[in-house]
């Protein structure tokens, strides 16, 4: 496919025009950030694991109803999704204590929680991403009940099906974070999917045993080799064969050729009267 205009550069991601009106091409960078952008790698072959590891796990959520905007990988560090609106919310499920939650509430790490919480978060990089409860998002707009209700029953499911996946290959999901995007209707309906990406970017992910980190944490606390856990989890779920795609920070660009690309045939068929609106909304 044609790179074309780029519309967005993230941190992690670079946003391109898609190959009609409806689409976009999300790039997946080698970047690496903490703390709100201060600190900052390039490491070689992340964004390559995070792509696919994020359109697997698009795919598996696709198959128990959850709708995505992921379409199809197009090559190892590119994924064609569909244009939404990004809800300017992040939405983060917890089930162990770790991170801004032991800072906040001098809990301590590891800690099971009584019952999975979910916190938002107002996606703003240049206030931090402050915490937020509910009724700010409704005072300020930035979703309404009908949306934020949408968002949260969606990130339950998955908060559900995610524990069981990851539980089977010996893998703890601490904690995650979700982003929502919207999707118009020819009549002013409006539709909610899961958007961005769900990878070990976003994602704690602890051995159940050992307690040792195979996510982003690796980087933010100095662990060890953040593509080495990338790639345990990858090969886990049986994305990329035993011993991995890149050694020496190079990525065997031949093997990942080798490797199938991932295609929600579901969200290809998908049309929009398949899902479930929420209440009609003006854009």
Known sequence: MTRRKMIYEGKAKIIYEGPDANTVVQYFKDDATAFNGKKHEVIAGKGVLNNRISAHLMTKLEG???PTHFIRSINMREQLVRSVEI??????????AAGSLCKRLGLKEGEILRKPLVEFYYKKDEL???????????TFGWADPYELEEMVAMAWR???YLNGLFSALGLTLVDFKLEFGRIWGEHGELYIVLADEISPDNCRLWD?????KFDKDRFRQDLGDLVEGYQYVAERLGLIPEGGIIKGGSVNEKMMEGLDQIENELAERRRLR?????????A
């Open 158 to 160: 998955i908060n559900d």
């Open 274 to 282: 398949d899902l479930k609106p929420t209440r009609p909304r003006k």
């Open 128 to 138: 931090g991403d402050p915490l937020i409860g509910e009724d700010h998002i409704i």
């Open 208 to 212: 159940s045993k050992t307690g040792e």
């Open 87 to 96: 809800v300017p919310i992040e939405l983060v499920m917890r089930n162990v």
């Open 64 to 66: 128990i109803g959850i």
